[in-house]
């Protein structure tokens, strides 16, 4: 079969052998896979957590083509998503609820020995969520991006009522403001250095926009606020936005660092201690937080045409992959459909 690496020589497509199917696990074909913004830092070696070489495609929708004789939450049929964390279960961490920080934790399709962009894989069944009928296969392609904004509102400790800003206008800062909208943000202001993200941004509801290498962009925020923000999601995890965060959170505020940082940026300390500020880190999801995605697209609430702007076959993924890097997009998808 066909199956995606990602190495030091670029983002290759090779014949390897089919997985094996295990106790517990079921095989997958897959139908279509996402490129996500982790999945570019890895490529191009920038991921402080994921190493050349690897399998890429933790976003991915497929069909179930078989399933071991001890598995009873799937059948040969279903169509389903893959929530890629793969927790240990006995760490402190899954003892106490926190399985998404397991302390063992592995992630499927970010340096796990498989991946979703491959023909066929094999994943433990108990981490696959059948999609809903009329659920389709694009806007599964959607929930476990969704998911991981959605996790962020409740490491928030919720939105609603609250003054929002959220600091990029990509893929999870969009979906971020879909995940602060459902949970009934007061006023939301959403930044960006790109003039048609920024469109976007309003487009999709955002009250207020603001071009982020604006030297007075902190000034600008807070005074389409009124007020300093009570939640800022920094969805771009630089030293710039960083430091724009703690200035919007001035005082009181929370902030949550909800994009992979490439790199350590550095905090003022006297600013977090006197001005009382939080600073939240906010890693992927719950299953509760697919539920609460999964119920999101199903109403209507996000769909494909608002976020994905780019379709590629398998053997173009190298393209798939630049594109997203590019910038010029907003959610890139893998399609095992040979397209023109």
């Avoid at 923000?229 to 724009?244: H, K, L, N, Y």
């Avoid at 697919?290 to 702007?309: C, K, R």
């Avoid at 798939?320 to 010029?328: E, L």
Wanted: aromatic share 4%; with cysteine.
């Amino acid at each position: 079969m066909k199956a995606v690496t990602a190495t030091s020589d670029g983002v290759l497509i090779s014949d390897v052998d089919e997985p094996t199917l295990t106790a517990g696990e079921a095989l997958v074909e897959m139908t279509v896979t996402g490129v996500c913004g982790s999945d570019t830092h890895a490529a191009a070696g920038e991921h402080p957590f994921v190493a050349l070489p690897y399998r890429p495609g933790h976003e991915v929708v497929g069909v179930v083509r078989a399933v071991a004789g001890d598995v009873a939450t799937v059948a040969v049929g279903d169509r389903v998503t893959v929530e890629p964390t793969l927790p240990c279960w006995h760490c402190k961490m899954c003892r106490t609820g926190r399985s998404n920080i397991c302390e063992n934790l592995r992630f499927f399709g970010c340096g796990y020995e498989q991946g979703g962009m491959s023909e066929r894989f094999t994943v433990p069944a108990h981490r696959l969520h059948v999609l809903p009928d009329d659920v389709s296969d694009l806007q599964g392609i959607l929930i476990e991006p969704l998911s991981t904004p959605v996790h962020a509102v409740r490491q928030a400790g919720g939105v609603t009522g609250k003054a929002v800003v959220i600091l990029g206008s990509g893929t999870i800062g969009l979906l971020m403001l879909r995940a602060v909208q459902h949970d009934g943000a007061r006023r939301i202001v959403m930044t960006d250095p790109r003039a048609d993200k920024r469109e976007r941004a309003l487009r999709l509801g955002a009250d207020v926009v603001v071009d982020s290498l604006r030297p007075d962009a902190v000034q600008v925020i807070r005074a389409e606020l009124g007020e300093s923000a009570d939640v800022v999601f920094d969805c771009v995890s630089i030293q710039s936005t960083m430091d724009q965060s703690l200035a919007l959170a001035y005082k009181g505020g929370v902030v949550v660092v909800v994009g992979v940082p490439v790199r350590p940026v550095s905090v003022s300390l006297p600013h977090l201690q006197d001005l009382q500020v939080r600073v939240q880190g906010s890693a992927t999801y719950m299953p509760e937080d697919y539920a609460t995605a999964i119920e999101m697209i199903a109403s209507g609430l996000v769909t494909p045409e608002d976020f994905i702007t780019a379709v590629y076959p398998l053997e173009r993924v190298a393209d798939a992959f630049a594109a997203s890097a590019s910038g010029a997009q907003v959610k890139v998808v893998v399609t095992s459909e040979p397209r023109p």
